[in-house]
T-cell receptor, first 111, second 114 residues
Framework: QKEVEQNSGPLSVPEGAIASLNCTYSDRVSQSFFWYRQYSGKSPELIMSIYSNGDKEDGRFTAQLNKASQYVSLLIRDSQPSDSATYLCAVRGGSQGNLIFGKGTKLSVKP | EPEVTQTPSHQVTQMGQEVILRCVPISNHLYFYWYRQILGQKVEFLVSFYNNEISEKSEIFDDQFSVERPDGSNFTLKIRSTKLEDSAMYFC????????????FGSGTRLTVV
């Protein structure tokens, strides 16, 4: 059974701080990794995708991948109250690209 | 920006009734998916659809469920004889190149079975 694990939180950070979100996955051959943001009652919204070991930056977001450790993380710099949401880590699980999601980490950014 | 459109946004149905959830994927996407999310739980894969047939399905997607692409734009999920435990948000998603790009999710249909 392929699993994606995340700390459910809540993770609380002050406005302007760096928020660090972590995810581990069980399937060693996984190749594609995604971070989604989900506001309460809304659908997942893609923030970042990452496929190679190392860091990938997009604006205030940095995704980090370490395949040897089966670990993916998301850093959010200069956190804003509007970043308060649940962040979902997802790993491509099947040959047709279906995603396996973690339970998500709830982030709260305090003004 | 292209969107995946889902209707209805909320559906209430009686236990044992059939429901059809509708989705219009992004027009140039070829891969279509249904996911569900029971309140407070994680997003779960139901089924993927490519080239007018099911390409992969999860254990959740049993004989109660079916999918169809009745025309060139719509993609539907049918749930026969709904159960209380089918109450969830159902998300449709589409992708041009699965695994190489993220999926675009629709806004979801909240299904409530009473």
């Amino acid at each position: 059974q392929k699993e994606v694990e995340q700390n459910s939180g809540p993770l609380s950070v002050p406005e302007g701080a760096i928020a660090s979100l972590n995810c581990t996955y069980s399937d060693r051959v996984s190749q594609s990794f995604f971070w989604y943001r989900q506001y309460s009652g809304k659908s997942p919204e893609l923030i970042m995708s990452i496929y190679s070991n190392g860091d990938k930056e997009d604006g205030r977001f940095t995704a980090q991948l370490n395949k040897a450790s089966q670990y993916v993380s998301l850093l959010i710099r200069d956190s804003q109250p509007s970043d308060s949401a649940t962040y979902l880590c997802a790993v491509r699980g099947g040959s047709q690209g279906n995603l396996i999601f973690g339970k998500g980490t709830k982030l709260s950014v305090k003004p | 920006e292209p969107e995946v459109t889902q209707t209805p946004s909320h559906q209430v149905t009686q236990m044992g009734q059939e429901v059809i959830l509708r989705c219009v994927p992004i027009s140039n996407h070829l891969y279509f998916y249904w996911y569900r999310q029971i309140l407070g739980q994680k997003v779960e894969f139901l089924v993927s659809f490519y080239n007018n047939e099911i390409s992969e399905k999860s254990e959740i997607f049993d004989d109660q469920f079916s999918v169809e692409r009745p025309d060139g734009s719509n993609f539907t999920l049918k749930i026969r004889s709904t159960k209380l435990e089918d109450s969830a948000m159902y998300f449709c998603a589409s992708s041009g190149t699965p695994g190489l790009s993220g999926y675009t999710f629709g806004s979801g249909t909240r299904l409530t079975v009473v």
